[in-house]
């Protein structure tokens, strides 16, 4: 009997670890189901003279409501969350603005953007994904 139930247990922990996937659009899945899960999306800003934003899809897959619990955000970047509880099967949007007059020097750069989330499942558990997202250009 212990063994059927631990064989259980192992084979729910693996369905729960596929949930969380990167989307074409750069965004992340986030299934709710493990507890850290780090995923890289990169965009490219191309050269920059001016401030530019580009938006991250964030997509709940879950059945429980996610909250952004934090950003951190390097200097010269600034973001916007348009949607902060993002219900179940829907998206939130982050809107990151990147500007140039604050970086120290001209060139390349490439800067991590570390988006927590958190859920409060049914039975009590709180679940926190931490992904990260990249971002690089060039500043002229």
């Known amino acids: 009997m212990k063994r059927i139930a631990f064989l259980l247990a192992i084979l729910f922990a693996i369905t729960l670890g596929a949930n969380a996937q990167i989307d074409e659009e750069g965004g992340q899945f986030f299934g709710g189901s493990r507890s850290i899960s780090k995923a890289y999306s990169v965009f490219d800003f191309g050269t920059i003279q001016s401030p530019v934003t580009h938006e ?5 897959t879950s059945p429980n409501p996610m909250v952004i619990a934090s ?14 509880t993002i219900k179940p099967m829907n998206e939130g949007k ?4 990147v500007d140039p007059k604050y970086f120290p020097k001209k060139g390349a750069f490439e800067l991590p953007l570390i988006v927590t989330t958190k859920q409060n499942l049914h039975n009590g558990q709180i679940i926190k994904t931490t992904s990260v997202y990249k971002i690089k250009g060039v500043v002229k």
């Open 71 to 84: 950003i951190d955000m390097p200097a010269g970047v600034s973001v916007t969350v348009l949607s902060k």
């Open 56 to 60: 991250f899809i964030i997509r709940n």
């Open 94 to 97: 982050i809107i990151v603005t």
